[in-house]
């Protein structure tokens, strides 16, 4: 299989514990982007890599959210102190582009996080 | 940053009606994106388009970049082609940022 892959598919966490997500990419894919979606919801953009460079990131990524792409290939995403209202499916994309043009963006089929 | 507005958030319909998802942004962008996503399932690209029209298959995507507008069309739909359907566009209009969604279109396809 070489499309995108999360990991783990589904993680339940108590109310202010850590948890850290992994996503890998199509393999060569230089743009990866984080997105959250809670029930009945569109996505929502978290932050955005180019190769490993973090270059945006959306007020919804709080202090308690990192994201890092320390070689630019698999990514991970860590929410430090959870809370309840963490609980959504956090989704990794990936494209292969250069510039400023929109290219087709490659989903994974997503992590649920639950805060209990 | 743009906004995204689809219309209807739910839609259902019998099978072989055509059917019509519209979608409206706020800022010019470089490009507008169709995605479709199942129940519990992963989402999946539909259309990435950036003017006129495409098709694949029975689905057709139209995009007037002036009005900021974009519709999907199903042509002779399915049971099968039940699903959320969801527009998006570039963050903050550009092509290298994420994207920002429109909250769906629930689509529901009775045999």
């Known amino acids: 299989d070489t499309g995108v892959s999360q990991d783990p598919r589904h993680k339940i966490t108590k109310r202010g514990q850590n948890v850290t997500f992994r996503c890998d990419p199509i393999?060569?894919?230089?743009?990866l982007y984080w997105y959250r979606q809670t029930l009945g919801q569109g996505p929502e953009f978290l932050t955005y890599f180019q190769n490993e460079a973090q270059l945006e990131k959306s007020r919804l990524l709080s202090d308690r959210f990192s994201a890092e792409r320390p070689k630019g290939s698999f990514s991970t995403l860590e929410i430090q102190r959870t809370e309840q209202g963490d609980s959504a499916m956090y989704l990794c994309?990936?494209?292969?582009?250069?510039?400023?043009?929109?290219?087709?963006?490659?989903f994974g089929p997503g992590t649920r996080l639950t805060v209990t | 940053k743009n906004e995204v507005e689809q219309s209807p958030q739910n839609l259902t319909a019998q099978e072989g009606e055509f059917i019509t998802i519209n979608c409206s942004y706020s800022v010019g962008i470089s490009a507008l994106h169709w995605l479709q996503q199942h129940p519990g399932g992963g989402i999946v690209s539909l259309f990435m388009?950036?003017?006129g029209k495409k098709k694949h298959g029975r689905l057709i995507a139209t995009i007037n970049i002036q009005e900021k507008h974009s519709s999907l069309h199903i042509t002779a739909s399915h049971p099968r082609d039940s699903a959320v359907y969801i527009c998006a566009v570039p963050y903050s209009g550009g092509g290298a940022d994420g994207l920002t969604f429109g909250k769906g279109t629930h689509l529901i396809i009775q045999p």
């Open positions: 994309a990936s494209s292969l582009g250069t510039g400023t043009p929109s290219y087709e963006q490659y």
């Open positions: 393999s060569e894919h230089n743009r």
């Open positions: 388009l950036s003017s």
